[in-house]
């Protein structure tokens, strides 16, 4: 690489501090995509997993109703949406070095994800009340609960870890201790968290809301 | 907030206006999965529907908000099919006794 910077504004020092060849793009980053691709493979195991038994059962059960839970779900995929629109915003503030804008969207992101995940748990003790629990349903499909659980448990630990991550992200890039490029990163981690969702939300949510009459 | 966040601003990983369209397009298709969920269609079929859409916006979310489309095009072509590969495999070891066990089941 003869160029001193790369796309990503990395100064090209040693070879492993990357920005070269062959992607252009720093360590951390790549990372970051090694991680996603391989929680991409979780997340696929249990969604395929989840959707031969749904297939294979007849009775499965319907427990979402369009008010509280579809209304619910619908709203959470929206602000988590929306949470990913702000952090995208603070990723292209940090990049123009406009700190004080980036920890705004940061925590505007975050502020995202707890809303999310507070909506979900009430979601979840509406189900509790319902007799859902992660080992059995009324119906007497345990499987629903274990996949339903287990799925969306695995998920909001994702939100909770990025809403975590994002707070000492912009903590961090307040007092100058990360760059931008660090800012990305976070960012990459959390719009795969929404993406995750993107497939949660409708193949077990959509899947299964309630039709009466 | 939003005030300093004029649409003209273009930087190199996308504008404002773009984000913003690609998330209303994200929220149209999620708009159309509710609506798709309440048509009375074959859960097979239904399922099929409803991952095709994700995949869209999926594809959506990748190539703007992660910005993949604008890395270089090793980076994708190193972790898009990594990733097909492995799920394809997954299915490969999967569906076959997946399949035989459901025929057992419907010929009880």
Not at chain 1, 10 to 23: C, I, L, M, Y
Not at chain 1, 41 to 55: G, H, I, K, N, P
Not at chain 1, 149 to 155: M, P, W
Not at chain 1, 172 to 199: A, C, N, P, Q
Request: aromatic share 14%; net charge positive; proline share 4%.
């Amino acid at each position: 690489m003869a160029e001193t910077k790369t796309a990503v504004g990395v100064p090209v020092s040693s070879p492993w501090s990357g920005g070269g060849s062959p992607f252009a793009i720093n360590s951390k980053k790549f990372g970051m995509w090694l991680f996603i691709i391989s929680d991409t493979l979780t997340f696929s195991v249990l969604l395929l997993a989840y959707s031969y038994s749904r297939l294979a059962n007849p009775n499965w059960p319907r427990p979402f109703e369009i008010y509280p839970a579809i209304a619910k779900s619908t709203s959470m995929t929206l602000i988590l949406l929306a949470s990913s629109l702000t952090m995208v915003l603070g990723v292209a503030a940090a990049h123009r070095n406009d700190r004080a804008k980036t920890v705004r969207w940061l925590l505007l992101t975050a502020l995202g994800g707890v809303a999310f995940t507070v909506l979900h748990l009430t979601e979840w003790v509406n189900l509790f009340h319902e007799g859902y629990t992660p080992w059995s349903t009324p119906q007497g499909v345990p499987l629903f609960g274990a996949t339903f659980f287990g799925i969306t448990g695995l998920h909001m630990t994702h939100v909770s870890i990025g809403v975590i991550y994002l707070i000492i992200m912009s903590i961090g890039y307040g007092r100058g201790k990360f760059t931008s490029d660090d800012v990305e990163v976070s960012g990459l981690y959390w719009h795969f968290v929404d993406l995750v969702w993107m497939f949660v939300f409708p193949m077990i949510y959509l899947m299964s809301v309630s039709l009466k009459g | 907030m939003s005030a300093h966040e004029s649409g003209s601003e273009v930087h190199a990983v996308g504008s404002t206006k773009l984000f913003v369209m690609v998330w209303i397009w994200l929220a149209v298709i999620t708009f159309i999965e509710v609506f798709l969920a309440y048509e009375r269609l074959q859960p097979s079929l239904m399922l099929t529907l409803l991952v095709v859409l994700s995949l869209v916006k999926s594809a959506l979310i990748v190539s703007y908000f992660m910005h993949l489309k604008y890395e270089k095009i090793g980076l994708t072509l190193l972790l898009i099919p990594a990733a097909i590969f492995c799920i394809c495999m997954i299915i490969i070891f999967f569906m076959p006794d997946g399949a035989r066990l459901l025929q057992m089941r419907l010929t009880q």
